[in-house]
């Protein structure tokens, strides 16, 4: 398995803490969303239903790490803070949503 540093494009002398603190966010939100699937997917296949709401359970665990780690790139990236704050919890069309 690849680490996160494995993913870096450019030489990691040449990014400031910031960059690399906000590449551990992703990566590992991409991890935690990775596991919320597999999860989902286990729990979907599994017969036994006691064994279901185990996967279940860590599933919803799995979530809140991701809301965690998208709650801090939040506030450390105004960019994405823009862009949630005009998208999430808004009704009507996700994609036609600044019109």
């Known amino acids: 398995m ?3 540093s494995d993913t870096l494009h ?5 990014l400031s803490e910031g960059t690399l603190a906000m590449h551990y966010a992703i990566v590992s939100l991409m ?3 990775e596991a919320v699937d597999w999860y ?10 006691e064994l279901k709401q185990i996967l279940l359970h860590n599933m919803r665990e799995e ?3 991701a809301s965690m780690v998208l709650e801090w790139i939040r506030r450390n990236s105004k ?3 823009a862009q949630m704050d005009e ?6 069309d996700i994609v036609h949503h600044e019109h």
């Open 2 to 4: 690849a680490s996160s």
């Open 10 to 14: 450019v030489p990691r002398e040449r």
């Open 31 to 33: 991890e935690e969303l």
């Open 40 to 49: 989902q997917q286990r729990a979907d296949d599994c017969e036994d239903e």
């Open 63 to 65: 979530m809140e790490h």
């Open 79 to 81: 960019d994405f803070a």
């Open 87 to 92: 998208i999430l919890y808004k009704k009507g």
